[in-house]
């Protein structure tokens, strides 16, 4: 198994436009995560989503949506993109089946994002 | 709202040295504590947890509820443990969110 992946790597982006980020999760696995990584920051938690369904959501504003495919795969879409916005898009993902120990996330190799 | 505090962006320690790298957080509950790790070009990846109370490469940490604190230990530090490190929280069940802090920048001089 590859791992979680994400496309593209690196995206170029100009003020007010909008952009898709993408991300497989490893297979069987049915939770996906987002998370935004200013540089010199801590990766900053966005959405959640578990078989279909928000499941979580960060302190982002409404440019930032989600979701998340019948194969468990997503998508996160940001619109009226901002200078703020750069940032390294971290996709995670895990089974989702959450017990009393907790589930890993394991996560992407994220995408990085430049808004000019 | 939940806050985890590493007070050291930088840290140097010679090999062979006893490492700590500083993890403080703010929860009234009982939070899940994490280590995370990213190596030069490489992906985060999970160190250790503090429910499974396993060593990882030589690393330990143990949850301190009335200091709040969870700091990471090694007894004698190795040039492959130069990283970034980051602690983390996750709070509730039902919910995969980790709060991090803002991580530290570990470097083993030869």
């Known amino acids: 198994d590859a791992g979680v992946t994400q496309s593209p790597t690196h995206l170029i982006k100009t003020r007010g436009q909008q952009v898709t980020l993408r991300c497989s999760p490893i297979?069987?696995?049915?939770?996906v995560s987002w998370y935004q990584q200013v540089l010199g920051q801590g990766p900053q938690f966005i959405f959640q989503y578990y078989e279909k369904e928000e499941r979580g959501r960060g302190n982002f504003p409404d440019r930032f949506s989600a979701r998340q495919f019948p194969n468990y795969s997503s998508e996160l879409n940001v619109n009226a993109l901002l200078l703020g916005d750069s940032a390294l898009y971290l996709c995670a993902s895990s089974r989702g089946d959450r017990g009393l120990s907790g589930e890993t996330q394991y996560f992407g190799p994220g995408t990085r994002l430049l808004v000019l | 709202a939940q806050r985890v505090t590493q007070p050291e962006k930088l840290l140097s320690v010679f090999k062979g040295a006893p490492v700590e790298l500083k993890c403080n957080y703010s929860y009234s509950g009982s939070p899940e504590l994490f280590w995370y790790v990213q190596y030069s070009r490489q992906r985060l990846q999970l160190l250790l947890r503090h429910i499974s109370r396993e060593s990882i490469k030589g690393f330990t940490a143990d949850l301190n509820k009335g200091e709040t604190s969870f700091h990471l230990k090694k007894p004698f530090a190795q040039e492959e443990d130069s990283a970034m490190y980051y602690c983390?929280?996750?709070?509730?069940?039902?919910?995969?969110?980790?709060?991090f802090g803002t991580g530290t920048r570990l470097t083993i001089i030869p």
């Open positions: 983390a929280l996750r709070v509730g069940f039902g919910n995969e969110k980790l709060t």
């Open positions: 297979s069987g696995h049915k939770s």
